[in-house]
């Protein structure tokens, strides 16, 4: 009898090797260099004119008051603290906030905000086609793909021109079939601090409505732009225009509350009841992946915005202000950089090779991203100008 080969399910053992997560490894990197010029600007924290990401003091105040009356750690449920939500409505929402048809629950962070509005998308369409700019956040479309749903990517940014390719938009999402899905930033558009206009954003905006297009609108940096209002404009059009739309939100950027994972999902529906189909199935998708979110960064935010909220708005315009002299700085510094001032939040991106990147990296101690996105706000004030002239000596060099 001739040996049969040994048969052997496949296991965890078998697994292929994954390629790292660029972002992190150059986290790594950064934090193993001891050179005391060392300017990190690839990891997307705010930092402060001394260099340091420091808590809020409303946050700071928040978690004392929560330490003083959390009398339970007992579960909250599946949507998490409701107050936190109801409290961030107007915020996001502005005149759409009494809409009946809008409903929210608290995520672990804006990664799960987005987990579950894609998961949401493929239980109702399997089939929608998910259309996302590039370049864009890395994680967009880890995410969508996790859901099992298709990413049709089109060229968002013109890096010689530094601007929107509205042209190249547009025309893609006239190619996108009623029910796909359009991935949206709502504000300072990561990595490349390219916005569009209120002009871009409504005829964006009317295309979708007319075609019969899903949005979905990814903000996780409101306030850091213009201001709580304007940044959420584009946004709400899309509320005003269509019947349908998703919104994954983050407080981790404007709160300070990174380590937290402070987020939110916002569904509107063409109906009241519709919606509260769509939060049962929301609430039945979160129990899979988290069950419940984590409760303390929420209550602080919940307790800021209950309590201390003019202190926080105080704060977050003197980080927004912050960011905006930064890129007035780098704008004016040299012809390079002019770019820079015109753009929005913390992120844009270099006009510089992979191989510049690792020089700046090598002989001036400067860590971004291969791709040449830098975090604006990762300079303190005395670095601006050295990064500057590193560039340029890279640049030209």
């Known amino acids: 009898m001739l040996d049969q080969p040994e048969l052997r399910a496949r296991s965890i053992g078998d697994l ?11 986290i790594d990197l950064a ?6 010029e060392k300017i990190d600007v690839g990891v997307g924290v705010y ?12 946050v700071k105040e928040a978690e004392r008051r929560l330490w003083e009356r ?18 961030l409505r107007p915020i996001l929402l502005g005149e759409h906030a009494s809409d009946d048809r809008i409903a929210g629950l608290q995520t672990p962070g804006g990664c799960g905000a987005l987990t579950l509005a894609f998961h949401l998308i493929q239980a109702a369409n399997p089939d929608a086609q998910v259309f996302i700019g590039t370049p864009t956040w890395p994680n967009h479309g880890p995410i969508v793909r996790g859901a099992a749903l298709k990413v049709v990517e089109y060229d968002y940014y013109d890096a010689i021109q530094h601007r929107v390719r509205f042209d190249v938009l547009m025309d893609k999402l006239r190619s996108a079939r009623p029910g796909d899905a359009v991935l949206l930033h709502g504000c ?18 009317a295309l979708v409505s007319k075609r019969g297009l899903l949005p979905i609108i990814d903000i996780a940096y409101q306030g850091f732009g213009d201001g709580l209002a304007p940044d959420a404009a584009g946004l709400r059009g899309m509320l005003a225009a269509c019947d349908t739309v998703l919104v994954g939100q983050s407080c981790d950027k404007n709160f300070g509350v990174y380590r937290d994972r402070v987020g939110s999902v916002w569904f509107k529906t063409p109906s009241a009841s519709s919606t509260a189909t769509a939060m049962g199935h929301a609430l039945q998708i979160s129990r899979e992946f988290w069950s419940m979110p984590p409760d303390h960064g929420a209550a602080a935010v919940r307790i800021v915005l209950d309590e201390l909220g003019a202190e926080w708005r105080v704060e977050l315009e003197g980080m927004r202000e ?10 004016a510094s040299n012809s390079l950089f002019d770019y820079v001032g015109r753009q929005k939040g913390m992120f844009s991106m270099l006009p510089v090779t992979p191989e510049q990147v690792l020089q700046l990296r090598e002989r001036h101690a400067i860590y ?8 604006i706000c990762g300079l303190s004030d005395e670095q601006v100008d050295r990064f500057a002239a590193a560039v340029l000596e890279v640049i030209g060099g």
């Open 16 to 26: 292929e090797p994954v390629r790292s997560d660029s972002l992190l490894a150059l």
């Open 70 to 87: 959390q009398d339970s750690k007992s579960y909250l449920g599946g949507r998490g603290d409701i107050r936190f939500a109801e409290l």
């Open 368 to 375: 971004m991203a291969d791709s040449g996105r830098f975090n």
């Open 47 to 58: 930092r402060d004119s001394a260099g340091n990401t420091p808590i809020l003091k409303v």
């Open 322 to 331: 912050r960011i905006v002299t930064l890129r007035q700085r780098l704008a």
């Open 188 to 205: 300072c558009h990561n990595p490349t601090g390219a916005d569009l206009d209120p002009g871009q954003w409504a005829e964006v905006t």
């Open 31 to 36: 934090n193993a260099d001891t050179r005391p």
